[in-house]
């Protein structure tokens, strides 16, 4: 069977259309994994819990939009309830002072943009 050059470079016909909103999600899930181990040492659990759980949305809705096969009404129903995950963590980050903190707060706001874009 022949593989066309998006589905060899793993990007799918689908995946495509969302490009934006992958770039954010991975972006927000890599601060999000930063925040928490720094969290950890420092003693915040409820913080590293929060950006572990935004992360793992994150992580989870990009893999999904990238397979593609998902009505346009699902895609946006799994952006809303990303937005709403990052949102809650941007918040529980905005609690604290440390640059982690602030970077990933900062993260989780564009990737929530992003997601309320759709």
């Known amino acids: ?17 969302h490009a934006e909103y992958i770039a954010a999600l991975t ?7 930063a925040c928490a181990a720094a ?18 949305v994150c992580e989870t809705t990009a893999s999904v939009l990238q397979r593609g096969g998902l009505s346009s009404d ?3 129903a799994l952006l809303a309830a990303c ?19 602030r970077e990933c707060a900062e993260a989780c706001e564009r990737c929530a943009e992003a997601c309320e874009r759709a």
């Open 27 to 33: 972006s927000c899930a890599e601060a999000c994994r």
């Open 39 to 56: 969290d950890r040492r420092e003693g915040m659990d409820d913080c590293a819990a929060s950006c572990e759980s935004c992360a793992e």
């Open 74 to 76: 699902a895609v946006a």
């Open 83 to 101: 937005a709403a995950v990052c949102r809650s963590c941007a918040a529980e980050c905005r609690k604290h002072d440390a640059d982690h903190c």
């Open 1 to 17: 069977m022949h593989e066309s050059h998006t589905e060899a470079s793993g990007e799918s016909e689908s995946g495509r259309g």
